[in-house]
């Protein structure tokens, strides 16, 4: 199984990124996926799932609505669009896929991770 992060870069603040995660490996429509962040030191965070029925979670408080979950069970690509970011979003960025099938909230319920993608935002 193997999942690859890519779309983080250098943006200013109130800009957007759309980061990407191509899957391979796995019957990935049967997958629950999710976007988490992580400062260093930090504990990993969850930002946003999808299940493989299409439902979705969102962390609110850190996303503040600004973050949109999508997939493409043809392409085998889970996408996250953020918006109006902000210096706070700086952090490195997993994706995460779980074989429950649902968009779970905890990183210990997903057993495959992407390198992670580096977003940071300049003030």
């Known amino acids: 199984v193997q999942l690859q992060a890519s779309g983080g870069g250098l943006v200013q603040a109130g800009g957007s990124l759309t980061l990407s995660c191509a899957a391979s490996?796995?019957?990935?429509?049967?997958?629950?996926l999710g976007w988490f962040r992580q400062v260093a030191g930090k504990e990993r965070k969850f930002l946003a799932g999808i299940g493989r029925n299409g439902g979705k979670t969102y962390d609110e408080v850190a996303g503040k609505g600004r973050f949109t979950i999508s997939k493409d069970d043809v392409k085998k690509t889970v996408s996250l669009q953020m918006n109006s970011l902000e210096p706070d979003d700086t952090a490195r960025y997993y994706c995460?896929?779980?074989?429950?099938?649902?968009?779970?909230?905890?990183?210990?319920?997903?057993?495959?991770w992407g390198q992670g993608t580096q977003v940071t935002v300049s003030s």
């Open positions: 490996g796995l019957r990935f429509e049967f997958y629950g």
């Open positions: 995460a896929a779980s074989s429950s099938g649902l968009e779970r909230v905890v990183p210990e319920s997903y057993e495959h």
